[in-house]
């Protein structure tokens, strides 16, 4: 992997956290193994821990980000995809088991509709 590729990535990777910790997780490990989540958070609420994948490119192809993310969770972890929807910065495409997929904003970089 080339340095730009491994630029995007952090930069996708730096925004995702930012937006886990606008909703008040807090991030427990981060990690450079290709059979690791790239972080591990912890939600504010319910307390369960989640191996985060997140994917930071211009077409997004869920079914094998979803099976990484899935095989990437150990023991006691569940999975948490996100992908970063181009052309919107800080705004990305997030499932995981439990819940329906959703988009998340930053609190930041939201625009309002206006009519």
Known sequence: MGKAS???????????EALLLER????????AGRSDPDFVAVH?????TYAIEVKNCVAI????????AKEQAKKGQRWLLMCRI????????VECA??????????????????
């Open 98 to 115: 439990e819940v329906w997929p959703d988009v998340w904003h930053s609190n930041d970089s939201r625009k309002r509709w206006h009519r």
């Open 61 to 68: 192809e869920l079914h094998p980000w979803r099976k990484q």
């Open 44 to 48: 504010p609420t319910n307390g369960h």
């Open 6 to 16: 491994r630029d995007k990535g952090n930069r996708g990777q730096s925004e995702a």
């Open 86 to 93: 181009p052309e919107h910065p800080g705004c990305f495409y």
């Open 24 to 31: 008040g997780f807090t991030i427990t490990k981060t990690s």
